[in-house]
């Protein structure tokens, strides 16, 4: 069974920075997309970064700049660096990888095919 295993959350000041990790058990990463979503109390679940299969990287319009999505495809494993972290980035933040290979990066949650448990991530 796939198995994917988020870490890295904490509660950080404002202006602070966190790396999230996310492992992936019984999953081969290389050529697989895979991304990050969060969701915040009362909120939706939204789409944050994302790698695709053919390498190409995206993310949410307004973190650019201050979010940096990349893969460790010999060890499975999807990074999230956070930087200059504010008060609205508090969240749930979900590691999710689809079972497909290839294919462009992209934040749409339907066209992924496993979901982690999460790691709460809180900016004060």
């Known amino acids: 069974d796939v198995q994917l295993v988020e870490s890295g959350g904490g509660s950080v000041q404002a202006g602070g920075s966190l790396r999230l990790s996310c492992a992936a058990s019984?999953?081969?990463?290389?050529?697989?997309?895979m991304g990050w979503f969060r969701q915040a109390p009362g909120k939706g679940r939204e789409g944050v970064a994302a790698?695709?299969?053919?390498?190409?990287?995206g993310y949410r319009d307004a973190l650019k700049g201050r979010f940096t999505v990349f893969k460790d495809n010999a060890n499975n494993i999807l990074y999230l660096e956070m930087i200059d972290l504010k008060p609205e980035d508090t969240a749930m933040y979900y590691c999710?990888?689809?079972?497909?290979?290839?294919?462009?990066?992209?934040?749409?949650?339907?066209?992924?095919?496993?979901w982690g448990q999460g790691t709460q991530v809180t900016v004060s």
């Open positions: 999710a990888a689809s079972s497909r290979e290839g294919g462009s990066w992209t934040l749409v949650q339907g066209l992924y095919d496993y």
């Open positions: 019984g999953y081969s990463s290389d050529r697989r997309r």
């Open positions: 790698i695709g299969g053919d390498g190409s990287t």
